[in-house]
Protein backbone atom coordinates (compact mmCIF):
# COMPACT_ATOMS: atom_id res chain seq x y z
CA UNK A 1 0.00 0.00 0.00
CA UNK A 2 1.08 3.61 -1.03
CA UNK A 3 0.95 6.04 1.48
CA UNK A 4 0.02 9.54 -0.30
CA UNK A 5 -0.80 12.65 1.10
CA UNK A 6 -3.08 15.06 -0.29
CA UNK A 7 -4.60 18.52 1.00
CA UNK A 8 -7.50 20.80 0.66
CA UNK A 9 -10.07 22.87 2.08
CA UNK A 10 -12.88 22.02 4.40
CA UNK A 11 -15.27 22.85 2.06
CA UNK A 12 -18.31 21.27 -0.37
CA UNK A 13 -16.07 21.11 -3.62
CA UNK A 14 -13.83 18.57 -1.82
CA UNK A 15 -16.68 15.58 -0.76
CA UNK A 16 -15.99 13.53 -3.94
CA UNK A 17 -12.29 12.84 -2.43
CA UNK A 18 -13.96 12.22 1.29
CA UNK A 19 -16.45 9.75 -0.71
CA UNK A 20 -14.13 7.82 -2.36
CA UNK A 21 -11.70 7.58 0.41
CA UNK A 22 -14.69 6.19 2.46
CA UNK A 23 -16.15 3.89 -0.25
CA UNK A 24 -12.21 2.28 -0.56
CA UNK A 25 -12.09 3.12 -3.68
CA UNK A 26 -8.29 4.47 -3.59
CA UNK A 27 -7.38 1.34 -1.23
CA UNK A 28 -9.04 -1.18 -4.14
CA UNK A 29 -5.61 0.09 -6.38
CA UNK A 30 -3.44 0.22 -3.66
CA UNK A 31 -3.11 3.46 -2.58
CA UNK A 32 -3.36 5.07 0.90
CA UNK A 33 -4.57 8.49 -0.14
CA UNK A 34 -4.35 10.41 3.30
CA UNK A 35 -6.49 13.43 3.14
CA UNK A 36 -5.74 16.86 5.63
CA UNK A 37 -8.00 19.67 5.83
CA UNK A 38 -6.41 22.88 5.52
CA UNK A 39 -8.91 25.41 6.92
CA UNK A 40 -6.30 28.47 6.26
CA UNK A 41 -6.59 28.20 2.35
CA UNK A 42 -4.32 28.61 -0.65
CA UNK A 43 -1.82 30.42 1.08
CA UNK A 44 -0.88 27.79 3.83
CA UNK A 45 -1.11 24.98 0.73
CA UNK A 46 1.19 26.75 -1.33
CA UNK A 47 3.61 26.66 2.28
CA UNK A 48 2.85 22.84 2.66
CA UNK A 49 3.72 22.19 -1.06
CA UNK A 50 7.14 24.09 -0.91
CA UNK A 51 8.46 22.31 1.80
CA UNK A 52 7.49 19.23 0.76
CA UNK A 53 4.75 18.35 3.31
CA UNK A 54 1.94 16.96 0.75
CA UNK A 55 2.52 15.39 -2.30
CA UNK A 56 -0.96 16.56 -3.56
CA UNK A 57 -3.44 19.35 -3.07
CA UNK A 58 -6.94 20.82 -4.38
CA UNK A 59 -5.73 24.40 -4.36
CA UNK A 60 -7.20 27.39 -6.10
CA UNK A 61 -5.93 28.25 -9.36
CA UNK A 62 -5.23 31.59 -9.26
CA UNK A 63 -2.93 31.06 -6.17
CA UNK A 64 -0.91 27.92 -7.35
CA UNK A 65 -0.57 30.22 -10.45
CA UNK A 66 1.33 32.86 -9.01
CA UNK A 67 3.65 30.29 -6.45
CA UNK A 68 4.42 28.35 -9.48
CA UNK A 69 6.39 31.69 -11.09
CA UNK A 70 8.03 32.58 -7.88
CA UNK A 71 9.48 29.15 -7.94
CA UNK A 72 7.38 26.53 -6.09
CA UNK A 73 8.96 23.51 -7.68
CA UNK A 74 4.93 22.23 -8.42
CA UNK A 75 2.83 21.39 -11.34
CA UNK A 76 -0.66 21.40 -12.46
CA UNK A 77 -2.16 17.73 -13.12
CA UNK A 78 -5.85 18.82 -14.12
CA UNK A 79 -8.21 21.40 -13.78
CA UNK A 80 -10.51 20.43 -10.80
CA UNK A 81 -13.76 22.68 -10.92
CA UNK A 82 -14.30 24.30 -13.89
CA UNK A 83 -16.65 26.76 -13.22
CA UNK A 84 -15.41 30.26 -11.53
CA UNK A 85 -15.43 30.41 -7.71
CA UNK A 86 -18.44 33.06 -6.17
CA UNK A 87 -16.59 35.10 -3.91
CA UNK A 88 -18.84 36.62 -1.48
CA UNK A 89 -17.54 40.41 -0.64
CA UNK A 90 -18.54 40.73 3.35
CA UNK A 91 -18.76 43.28 6.19
CA UNK A 92 -19.12 43.03 9.88
CA UNK A 93 -23.27 43.14 10.39
CA UNK A 94 -23.03 46.33 12.41
CA UNK A 95 -20.62 48.58 10.27
CA UNK A 96 -21.81 51.59 8.16
CA UNK A 97 -20.91 49.65 4.88
CA UNK A 98 -23.68 49.43 2.65
CA UNK A 99 -22.34 49.28 -1.11
CA UNK A 100 -19.15 48.26 -2.41
CA UNK A 101 -18.12 51.44 -3.85
CA UNK A 102 -17.64 52.42 0.19
CA UNK A 103 -15.35 50.14 0.20
CA UNK A 104 -12.67 52.15 -1.65
CA UNK A 105 -9.26 52.91 0.28
CA UNK A 106 -10.45 50.85 3.39
CA UNK A 107 -8.60 47.40 4.73
CA UNK A 108 -9.17 43.99 3.49
CA UNK A 109 -9.19 41.24 5.89
CA UNK A 110 -6.38 38.22 3.85
CA UNK A 111 -6.00 34.98 5.15
CA UNK A 112 -2.21 34.83 3.79
CA UNK A 113 -0.11 36.75 1.21
CA UNK A 114 -0.48 35.05 -1.75
CA UNK A 115 -4.09 33.64 -0.71
CA UNK A 116 -7.28 33.71 -2.94
CA UNK A 117 -8.63 36.54 -0.64
CA UNK A 118 -5.43 38.24 -1.13
CA UNK A 119 -5.20 38.03 -4.93
CA UNK A 120 -9.33 38.43 -5.62
CA UNK A 121 -9.35 41.49 -3.86
CA UNK A 122 -7.24 43.17 -6.49
CA UNK A 123 -9.35 41.69 -9.28
CA UNK A 124 -12.41 43.39 -7.28
CA UNK A 125 -10.55 46.08 -6.79
CA UNK A 126 -9.62 46.51 -10.59
CA UNK A 127 -13.25 45.80 -11.69
CA UNK A 128 -14.17 48.68 -9.41
CA UNK A 129 -11.72 50.82 -10.91
CA UNK A 130 -9.83 51.49 -7.59
CA UNK A 131 -5.80 51.82 -7.59
CA UNK A 132 -4.80 48.51 -6.70
CA UNK A 133 -1.67 50.38 -5.31
CA UNK A 134 -3.31 51.39 -2.15
CA UNK A 135 -5.12 48.11 -1.11
CA UNK A 136 -4.56 47.72 2.68
CA UNK A 137 -4.97 44.18 4.10
CA UNK A 138 -4.83 42.64 7.34
CA UNK A 139 -3.43 39.30 7.93
CA UNK A 140 -6.03 37.03 9.62
CA UNK A 141 -5.16 33.19 9.37
CA UNK A 142 -9.08 31.27 8.30
CA UNK A 143 -12.78 32.20 8.19
CA UNK A 144 -12.68 31.95 12.54
CA UNK A 145 -9.79 35.44 12.33
CA UNK A 146 -11.76 37.30 9.75
CA UNK A 147 -14.79 37.07 12.27
CA UNK A 148 -12.76 38.71 14.42
CA UNK A 149 -10.93 41.00 12.42
CA UNK A 150 -14.15 42.67 10.72
CA UNK A 151 -15.76 42.14 14.86
CA UNK A 152 -13.00 44.59 16.20
CA UNK A 153 -12.74 46.86 13.28
CA UNK A 154 -9.48 45.52 12.57
CA UNK A 155 -10.33 45.28 8.68
CA UNK A 156 -13.60 46.53 7.02
CA UNK A 157 -14.48 43.89 4.26
CA UNK A 158 -13.25 40.40 4.06
CA UNK A 159 -13.94 38.04 0.26
CA UNK A 160 -14.63 34.79 0.66
CA UNK A 161 -16.38 31.81 -1.20
CA UNK A 162 -19.74 32.99 -1.12
CA UNK A 163 -21.71 29.69 0.36
CA UNK A 164 -18.92 28.76 2.89
CA UNK A 165 -19.37 32.19 4.19
CA UNK A 166 -23.26 32.20 3.99
CA UNK A 167 -23.78 30.49 7.57
CA UNK A 168 -22.48 34.09 9.03
CA UNK A 169 -24.38 35.80 7.01
CA UNK A 170 -27.68 34.05 8.08
CA UNK A 171 -26.60 34.59 11.58
CA UNK A 172 -26.11 37.98 11.63
CA UNK A 173 -22.31 38.12 11.74
CA UNK A 174 -21.36 39.40 8.92
CA UNK A 175 -23.47 41.26 6.08
CA UNK A 176 -22.54 40.71 1.87
CA UNK A 177 -22.86 43.25 -0.01
CA UNK A 178 -21.84 41.53 -3.21
CA UNK A 179 -19.87 39.09 -5.18
CA UNK A 180 -16.33 38.58 -7.48
CA UNK A 181 -16.58 35.64 -9.77
CA UNK A 182 -13.02 34.35 -11.09
CA UNK A 183 -12.34 35.16 -14.52
CA UNK A 184 -11.10 31.06 -14.81
CA UNK A 185 -11.49 27.95 -13.18
CA UNK A 186 -11.09 27.86 -9.56
CA UNK A 187 -9.58 24.61 -8.36
CA UNK A 188 -6.99 22.15 -10.05
CA UNK A 189 -5.47 19.30 -9.22
CA UNK A 190 -1.21 20.13 -7.94
CA UNK A 191 1.57 17.84 -7.17
CA UNK A 192 5.08 18.37 -6.24
CA UNK A 193 7.31 18.06 -9.06
CA UNK A 194 9.73 15.47 -7.34
CA UNK A 195 6.35 12.82 -6.18
CA UNK A 196 4.90 13.73 -9.89
CA UNK A 197 7.86 12.45 -11.66
CA UNK A 198 9.02 9.17 -9.08
CA UNK A 199 4.85 8.21 -9.31
CA UNK A 200 3.71 8.72 -13.29
CA UNK A 201 1.60 5.42 -12.82
CA UNK A 202 0.21 6.62 -9.40
CA UNK A 203 -0.93 9.37 -10.38
CA UNK A 204 -3.09 8.43 -13.34
CA UNK A 205 -4.96 5.86 -10.72
CA UNK A 206 -5.73 8.78 -8.42
CA UNK A 207 -7.03 10.76 -11.73
CA UNK A 208 -8.95 7.93 -12.62
CA UNK A 209 -10.54 7.50 -9.31
CA UNK A 210 -11.48 11.03 -8.92
CA UNK A 211 -12.93 11.85 -12.29
CA UNK A 212 -15.02 8.89 -11.86
CA UNK A 213 -16.51 9.90 -8.95
CA UNK A 214 -16.92 13.87 -10.36
CA UNK A 215 -18.48 12.48 -13.45
CA UNK A 216 -21.45 11.13 -11.30
CA UNK A 217 -21.99 13.28 -8.15
CA UNK A 218 -24.24 15.55 -8.88
CA UNK A 219 -26.63 12.37 -9.83
CA UNK A 220 -25.90 10.65 -6.74
CA UNK A 221 -29.63 10.16 -4.61
CA UNK A 222 -30.02 12.99 -2.79
CA UNK A 223 -26.71 14.96 -2.74
CA UNK A 224 -28.07 17.76 -2.15
CA UNK A 225 -28.94 16.98 1.13
CA UNK A 226 -26.14 15.03 1.86
CA UNK A 227 -23.88 18.43 1.02
CA UNK A 228 -26.22 20.31 3.56
CA UNK A 229 -26.04 18.02 6.68
CA UNK A 230 -22.01 17.69 6.28
CA UNK A 231 -21.44 20.72 5.61
CA UNK A 232 -23.95 22.95 7.48
CA UNK A 233 -25.49 24.82 5.46
CA UNK A 234 -29.59 25.33 4.01
CA UNK A 235 -30.55 22.91 1.41
CA UNK A 236 -31.75 26.18 -0.65
CA UNK A 237 -28.11 27.11 -0.56
CA UNK A 238 -26.71 24.12 -1.53
CA UNK A 239 -29.32 23.22 -4.65
CA UNK A 240 -28.07 27.07 -5.91
CA UNK A 241 -24.16 26.22 -5.57
CA UNK A 242 -24.78 22.72 -7.00
CA UNK A 243 -26.23 24.53 -10.52
CA UNK A 244 -23.16 26.82 -10.72
CA UNK A 245 -20.95 24.23 -10.18
CA UNK A 246 -19.27 22.57 -12.46
CA UNK A 247 -16.61 19.43 -11.69
CA UNK A 248 -13.81 18.76 -14.52
CA UNK A 249 -11.77 15.82 -16.04
CA UNK A 250 -9.65 17.48 -18.55
CA UNK A 251 -6.44 19.59 -17.86
CA UNK A 252 -6.37 23.24 -17.53
CA UNK A 253 -6.46 24.69 -21.00
CA UNK A 254 -2.87 26.62 -22.12
CA UNK A 255 -5.67 29.72 -23.22
CA UNK A 256 -6.79 29.74 -19.28
CA UNK A 257 -3.52 29.67 -18.02
CA UNK A 258 -2.31 32.44 -20.13
CA UNK A 259 -4.72 34.48 -19.53
CA UNK A 260 -4.60 33.79 -15.49
CA UNK A 261 -0.91 34.88 -15.93
CA UNK A 262 -1.85 38.14 -17.90
CA UNK A 263 -4.01 39.08 -15.21
CA UNK A 264 -1.56 38.82 -12.64
CA UNK A 265 1.45 40.39 -14.10
CA UNK A 266 -1.29 42.98 -15.04
CA UNK A 267 -1.97 43.29 -11.61
CA UNK A 268 2.01 43.69 -10.58
CA UNK A 269 1.12 40.19 -8.41
CA UNK A 270 3.78 38.37 -10.63
CA UNK A 271 6.84 39.42 -11.99
CA UNK A 272 6.70 37.52 -15.39
CA UNK A 273 5.01 34.81 -17.33
CA UNK A 274 6.60 31.66 -17.41
CA UNK A 275 6.38 28.70 -19.90
CA UNK A 276 3.32 26.68 -19.96
CA UNK A 277 5.28 23.63 -19.89
CA UNK A 278 6.36 24.62 -16.10
CA UNK A 279 3.53 24.84 -15.08
CA UNK A 280 1.29 22.14 -16.30
CA UNK A 281 2.35 18.06 -15.63
Given at each position: MKTVKIIGVPEHFNLPWHLAIEEGAFEERGIDLTWTDIPEGTGKMCEL????????????????????????????IQEYIASPLLWGIHV??????????????????ISRFGSGSHLM??????QM?????????????????????????Q???FMWERFTTKPLVDSGIFRHLGNCPTPWPCFVLVGTDEFLSKNKSLVKHIQEIIN??????????RIDSTLSNRYQQKL????????????????????????IQDTLKALDLIDKSIPLSKILN
Open positions: LTNQETDLAIILTEGIVKSITEGNKVKIDANSNYKSLEELKDTIAAAYVQAKGWETEKLKFNLVNNLSGAVESLTTSADYIYTVEFKQIPEDIQEWLQITEWSQKQLSESTLIK
